[in-house]
């Protein structure tokens, strides 16, 4: 079932101004169109949130993922969004008025944290455009990431299956093996555009 605050008309515009984003800043944003509701659903079902105190998202665009861990979380759970551009954090608030969202870029989520009282957090949900990234960029993120996931944290993050080709996709899939003791593979989301599959990675 859709549950979701936004009509199939508002969707449409929404679509558009993500679009448009894209085409003013295409590395940051990365993608043309916002993850299907398969690629959602799953990245949340992966993430077993109703078990855990405390997630994080990065990159919440229109907030279609961010509707979904709403939807998901107890009501105990610590939640907040981090996105860079100010008309998509607008449309994440629109999509889910009772969600914190700050327009603040990932790297800053330890002091988001602090801010919530927390230490570290049990889950990461990023849509972050890896492959979009420069060496340097990767690597600041990803330290963001090891430095505020609890142990036996979860990362969940996504990657187009035609960006394989390129090696900074490559060279993200190689540091995050790197870094995390286990990383597992979704199925790929035929059906999202450009279809997708998950990185589930594991902090022992
Ligand atoms: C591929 S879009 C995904 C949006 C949405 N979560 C979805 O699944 O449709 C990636 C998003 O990450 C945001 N972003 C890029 N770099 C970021 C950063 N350093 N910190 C926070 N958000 C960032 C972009 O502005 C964009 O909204």
Not at 80 to 96: D, P
Request: aromatic share 10%.
């Amino acid at each position: 079932m859709r549950r979701t605050n936004i009509s199939a008309e508002n969707e449409l515009g929404i679509n558009i101004k993500f679009l448009t984003q894209f085409l003013i800043h295409p590395t940051k944003i990365g993608a043309i169109a916002p993850s299907n509701n398969k690629l959602c659903d799953m990245i949340t079902d992966m993430a077993e949130l109703p078990q855990i105190s405390s997630v994080v998202e990065f990159g919440s665009g229109t907030g279609v993922i961010t509707e979904k861990i709403v939807n998901k979380i107890s009501k105990d759970t610590t939640f907040f969004a981090m996105e860079i551009n100010e008309t998509l954090v607008e449309a994440t608030k629109k999509r889910c008025p009772g969600a914190t969202v700050y327009q603040s870029s990932a790297s800053n989520a330890k002091k988001h944290l602090e801010m919530h009282g927390e230490e570290g957090c049990d889950r990461i949900i990023s849509s972050l455009p890896w492959s979009t990234f420069g060496e340097e960029l990767q690597d600041d993120l990803l330290e963001t990431v090891m430095d505020v996931l609890n142990p036996g944290g979860k990362f969940l993050t996504y990657a187009y299956v035609p960006g394989l080709v390129f090696p900074s996709a490559r060279r993200f899939r190689n540091k995050l093996h790197e870094k995390f003791d286990k990383v597992t593979k979704s199925k790929t989301v035929w059906t999202n555009f450009p279809p997708a599959f998950i990185y589930y990675a594991e902090k022992t």
